[in-house]
């Protein structure tokens, strides 16, 4: 096991320690908008397929690398504006009657 | 310029644990979304700086697909099939993983160029968690569609060949490392994948799908994280991490609620558990007939009481009343009669679910109390209004052994002074377990279509 993969195991375990720290914090109510956000975040692997789809070196791993830049893209962009949409929804007080 | 995008990625690694700070409150809750939102911008304009990156045509043309289809189903979606459609995300998150490491390592098979073991090991396990998240999900989303039977789909050595085909998998990786170069291996090992998140989801009852829900949306951000292996990327690391421990909070928050182990769910099949029970353990002497009532009656009984707390279910969502529930609610208020709603952390599809719908229908958000803070003040409390909604209000959780839901945590409802369920008829709800509180002389049934029999409520408490 190189040096390398160590330090990056060192990253995603301290990760995990303060992604359990903040969302334990979410209260039930926001849940759902919790998981459609954090959905939108694991979209991040957009930056991979974004490095794979314009390395251009194989036809094959272009390819792979487009599909994958559109399915994490559906994902960021699904995943933020749909919990924008939810979030509106939020209120303390009854909205006038429209 | 590789130290500015590092950078880059840091801030917006910071962005996204600061956003999901701000979720900790429905008023920060909005822009701490947006907070988040500008982190993935930063990243995404940074890594356009990567020297690797020699065309954008490409990328551009799946960002641009992926961001219309992204934005279409996000506008259209209906908050009722919101769990179908976080299921469906956490699928395409994996699917993009797994995509990732094929393209990766067929570039690391081309002649000249290495494959490091670090990075192998990488891919192979981006491969495995990427492609169950994948089929996993859409077998779940295909569940709670109702596309895909709900029930749990059972047969003999199930797991036994989960296990095999997983061992195969994992040998399959190891053959890998030794002798690289096989393209047919490797396409094997993809599609195994595949079929393990099937197997694995299929066996698990439709009623079980939140905690599946969860447990692919850890997964989601597992696969993220192994893309960060693969490429050696901090800021996909420390992302995944992020979703990958919020999904497993979440499924542990959801199988304490329904009282069920992890693996109880996973290898459960609670459908067919739960006849079983059925036939031993018939709660009370049957043939016992619960007192119903009339609309008229129910709205008298609503428009003089003090404080009424109105029990939800998954029921209200499907017959579409949350308008017809905000109506009432609001009329009683009018009469100065204090309304809150109990909400059960499985009263909806996925956690969070009927807070969402409630909010949607104009409900205000302090209205919606949770079972541990609303639970006290059922004694208090003059009406207890159920609407579809019944294991989550089932005293035997509480004090029938042998029911197949005992310890499950519950409402308690049957605190109140009078309890009156909207239901469709006497049937029992998903696990199938009649529920003792029907027959409590303090209880009345308004029989008939949840929507239907607020929609008569509301008329009647207005000439009340």
Not at chain 2, 66 to 89: D, E, F
Not at chain 2, 364 to 393: C, H, W
Request: aromatic content about 6%.
């Amino acid at each position: 096991m190189s040096e390398g993969l160590v330090i990056l195991l060192v990253i995603f375990v301290l990760a995990m320690f303060v992604g359990f720290e903040v969302i334990a914090k979410v209260p039930n109510t926001l849940h759902t908008p919790l998981m459609s956000g954090s959905n939108a975040i694991s979209g991040i692997t957009i930056i991979g397929a974004m490095i794979v789809a314009g390395m251009g070196t194989t036809t094959l791993a272009t390819i792979l690398g487009v599909i994958a830049v559109a399915f994490a893209m559906i994902n960021v962009v699904g995943g933020y504006v749909v919990t924008d949409r939810m979030l509106q929804m939020f209120k303390t007080k009854p909205e006038a009657k429209r | 310029m590789a130290g500015f995008i590092e950078l880059a990625y840091l801030v917006a690694a910071s962005l996204f644990i600061l956003g999901l700070k701000r979720l900790a409150a429905p008023a920060t809750a909005r822009q701490g979304n947006l907070l988040s939102a500008v982190g993935m911008l930063i990243a995404i304009v940074a890594t356009l700086f990567d020297q690797q990156i020699l065309s954008f045509q490409w990328i551009v043309v799946g960002g641009v697909i992926g961001s219309a289809l992204g934005l279409w189903i996000a506008r259209t979606v209906k908050m009722t099939a919101m769990p179908q459609m976080v299921g469906i995300l956490n699928g395409l998150g994996g699917g993009a993983s797994q995509l990732v490491a094929a393209a990766v390592w067929h570039r690391l098979m081309q002649p000249g160029a290495i494959l490091p073991l670090d990075t192998a090991v990488s891919i192979y396990a981006s491969t495995l968690i990427g492609g169950v998240t994948l089929s996993g999900s859409i077998v779940a989303a295909g569940k709670l569609q109702e596309i895909i039977p709900g029930r749990p789909v059972l047969f003999r050595f199930q797991h036994v060949l989960n296990l095999i085909l997983l061992l195969a998998g994992a040998s399959m990786g190891t053959y890998l490392l030794i002798s690289p170069g096989h393209p047919g291996v490797f396409i094997t090992m993809n599609l195994i994948a595949l079929i393990v998140g099937v197997l694995v989801v299929i066996p698990i009852g439709g009623a079980d799908m939140p905690v599946v829900i969860c447990l692919l949306n850890s997964y989601s951000g597992l696969a993220a994280a192994t893309t960060g292996f693969v490429i050696s990327n901090h800021g996909l690391i420390i992302s995944g991490a992020l979703v990958g421990a919020s999904g497993i909070i979440l499924t542990q928050i959801m199988c304490r609620a329904m009282n069920r182990s992890f693996t109880n769910v996973l290898f459960g099949g609670f459908g067919a558990v739960s006849k079983v029970a059925l036939a031993g353990g018939t709660v009370g002497p049957s043939g016992k007939s619960a007192q119903e009532i009339s609309a008229e009656d129910v709205s008298i009984l609503l428009a003089y009481a003090r404080s009424v707390i109105i029990a939800p279910g998954y029921g209200l969502a499907v017959a579409q009343a949350q308008h017809q529930v905000r109506e009432l609610d609001e009329l009683l208020e009018k009469r100065g009669v204090e309304v809150k709603y109990a909400i059960h952390p499985v009263a909806g599809r996925m956690p969070g679910h009927m807070n969402v719908l409630l909010a949607e229908a104009n409900v205000p958000y302090p209205k919606l109390l949770d079972m541990e803070q609303i639970n006290s003040q059922f004694e208090r409390t003059d009406v207890a209004l159920v609407v579809g909604a019944n294991d989550v209000v089932n005293p035997a959780a509480r004090n029938n052994p042998n029911s197949p839901i005992y310890g499950m945590p519950i409402l308690d409802v049957d605190n109140a002074r009078h309890i009156i369920f909207l239901k469709r008829s006497m049937n029992p709800g998903f696990a199938g377990i009649d529920n003792e509180l029907f027959y409590n002389e303090k209880t009345f049934m308004l029989f008939g279509d949840a929507r239907d029999s607020l929609i008569k409520l509301v008329n009647e408490v207005k000439t009340a």
